[in-house]
């Protein structure tokens, strides 16, 4: 329970910090850049990437059975890409429950497993 209390705040933490400019953007009126000049609509989806991202990241950390820290989740535009880190390898069960946890997070569109690398 304390792991998921501890994954549960740092994915919090981590959506407020990336969402912060989108939010305030959205308070105002007028079309608003960012710094980096991309609309506001580019950061919106970056935001929902981090927090898929970070949502994927907490439930394989604590999923019994699946080496979460081992896994590397990157997602674009909806679409999250698991991998292995170097020299990890999973059992085809733990890399089809990889997948199932990430297909159940909302905004997730597909997600694509073939760098996971199975004993």
Not at 5 to 33: D, H, K, W
Not at 37 to 47: G, I, L, Y
Request: aromatic letters at 2%; proline letters at 3%; charged letters at 20%.
């Amino acid at each position: 329970m304390k792991k998921f209390a501890i994954a549960a705040a740092t994915a919090t933490a981590l959506t407020l910090s990336m969402a912060n400019g989108v939010f305030a953007a959205e308070a105002t009126q007028a079309p608003v850049m960012l710094a980096s000049n991309q609309p506001v609509a580019d950061a919106k989806q970056e935001t929902s990437d981090t927090w898929i991202t970070t949502k994927v990241k907490a439930d394989l950390l604590t999923e019994k059975g699946i080496p979460g820290s081992d896994i590397k989740v990157e997602t674009t535009h909806g679409v999250v890409a698991l991998s292995s880190k170097d020299g990890v390898t999973l059992t085809s069960a733990q890399k089809d429950t990889a997948v199932m946890i990430a297909k159940k997070i909302k905004g997730v569109k597909s997600v694509t497993a073939e760098a996971l690398k199975t004993q």
